[in-house]
């Protein structure tokens, strides 16, 4: 007699639903990528930014998840999510487009890229905490590690092109020319959004709706706090972005000013960096299958200080040195998707519709104030001790996340699963039953 096998689901690129928000992300990360390179560019090549102000300028894009992200996690439990995401586009799309015409127009200075920047950034706290609420409900809970590495993938592949595209369209259209792309990217993001399901605000528990903010603030951290992995996850993700935040910050100008490139050369090795990350969203789960979720968690933040030593030594811009800087960013970024996927997945799975937003905003609030808090400081530093000095202490910084990891629960996590579904309301008080921390 045969066993009947169960069929595998089709792959969610053939759910129409998903395949537009696909396109969306897509379509807006490609563009981001873009402007990754070209914004900095702008500000040192153009408009001959000092270190404090290439340091403020990264920082002012993640600087809104530090002052908004809670509040809007709150507003993003009590309303719909799709309009959220179709007027972050819009925003996004408007203010990115004023780069090329100030230039144009011969009146662009730092103090407008720095508007430009934060606006775009506060439209992100708004457009990435909505679609990560929205999503669960949009493919079902049970599909969202398929999701996720599909998003994941999009934008490592996004990763990969733009830089490439950027620094070609540096040289030949300048950096402020570049950035119009990404405005016509979020265009396209706003079509395929508004195609989307309209969705309903998550259905309140009782009381809930009537919560003052702070108290439903509260509630957010309360269920990271509670949570034996959720905490130790965020403690990394706020030790790495604290120090990634304070190298990046200068990484452009030590490229350019230290180690003498150019756009092109720039954009070539941010470009094979990116490859590291399409690297790592393809192999995430093979490499948790494998190992295990906790080691392999450890093993992605170590990565990245062991690509930032690298930068750290390097002298001049040779093929040779043109080549390591390539690999360590290649190494640095292979380490990004791994991390990302495995615990927006597990945030996703374990929390209840009601607290989504709330959770999503106050991890990312953490990790992305934490990013912002470092660029500030690492311009700061630099200033005073220098490029090359930044650049090491950021590399040394950045162990301290996997030592976080490694002396925390998460070292022996094998698996992590979802919480059976007549449990997850009662996530905010999530125990270990819902971890499988060994291998049978």
């Not at 920047?117 to 949009?138: H, N």
């Not at 996720?148 to 092109?161: F, Y």
């Not at 660029?375 to 950045?398: D, H, Q, W």
Request: one cysteine or more; glycine letters at 10%; aromatic letters at 8%.
């Amino acid at each position: 007699m045969m066993r009947r096998t169960e069929a595998k689901p089709p792959s969610l690129l053939r759910h129409r639903n998903f395949a537009l928000l696909w396109a969306s992300q897509s379509a807006s990360l490609f563009g981001s990528q873009i402007t990754y390179v070209a914004m900095p560019l702008t500000a040192v090549l153009l408009l001959h930014a000092t270190p404090f102000e290439a340091g403020a300028l990264l920082a002012l894009g993640t600087l809104p998840f530090l002052l908004f992200g809670l509040f809007v996690g709150v507003m993003l439990d009590r309303r719909a999510r799709r309009s959220v995401m179709i007027v972050a586009d819009i925003v996004r799309a408007a203010a990115l487009a004023w780069i090329p015409v100030g230039y144009v127009l011969d009146v662009l200075n730092v103090g407008q890229l720095f508007v430009v920047v934060f606006v775009v950034g506060l439209m992100a706290v708004f457009f990435d905490l909505a679609y990560q609420s929205y999503l669960p409900g949009l493919v079902g809970r049970d599909r969202l590690p398929e999701a996720n590495g599909k998003l994941e993938l999009s934008g490592s592949m996004a990763q990969v092109a733009g830089p490439g595209a950027a620094g070609l369209l540096v040289s030949a259209l300048g950096a402020p020319v570049a950035i119009a792309v990404d405005a016509v990217s979020y265009v396209l993001s706003f079509f395929a959004a508004a195609a989307l399901p309209a969705d309903e605000a998550p259905k309140q528990q009782p009381g809930a709706s009537a919560l003052p903010v702070r108290a439903a603030i509260r509630e957010g951290f309360a269920v990271i706090w509670r949570h034996p992995l959720l905490r130790w996850f965020t403690t990394a993700a706020v030790i790495i972005n604290l120090f990634s935040g304070a190298l990046m910050s200068v990484f452009f100008l030590y490229l350019i000013r230290v180690l003498g490139m150019g756009p092109t050369q720039v954009g070539l090795i941010v470009a094979i960096g990116s490859v590291g990350a399409l690297a790592g969203a393809l192999l995430v789960g093979r490499l948790t299958r494998r190992f295990g979720v906790g080691p392999t968690l450890i093993l992605a933040m170590a990565l990245p200080g062991l690509g930032y030593l690298v930068l750290a030594v390097v002298r001049g811009h040779s093929v040779a040195v043109i080549a390591i800087v390539a690999a360590a960013s290649f190494v640095v970024q292979f380490s990004v998707p791994v991390f990302n996927v495995t615990v927006i997945t597990f945030r996703q799975v374990t929390t209840p519709d009601e607290l989504l937003g709330r959770v999503n905003a106050t991890a990312r609030t953490c990790a992305l104030g934490a990013f912002s808090l470092g660029s500030l400081l690492g311009g700061a530093f630099a200033s005073g001790a220098g490029l090359r000095t930044t650049v090491l202490l950021g590399a040394g910084g950045t162990f301290l996340a996997a030592l976080a990891l490694l002396l925390s629960p998460v070292r022996a996590v094998r698996r992590l699963e979802a919480p059976p579904a007549d449990t997850a309301s009662t996530s905010a008080e999530a125990s270990g039953t819902t971890i499988q921390e060994r291998t049978s």
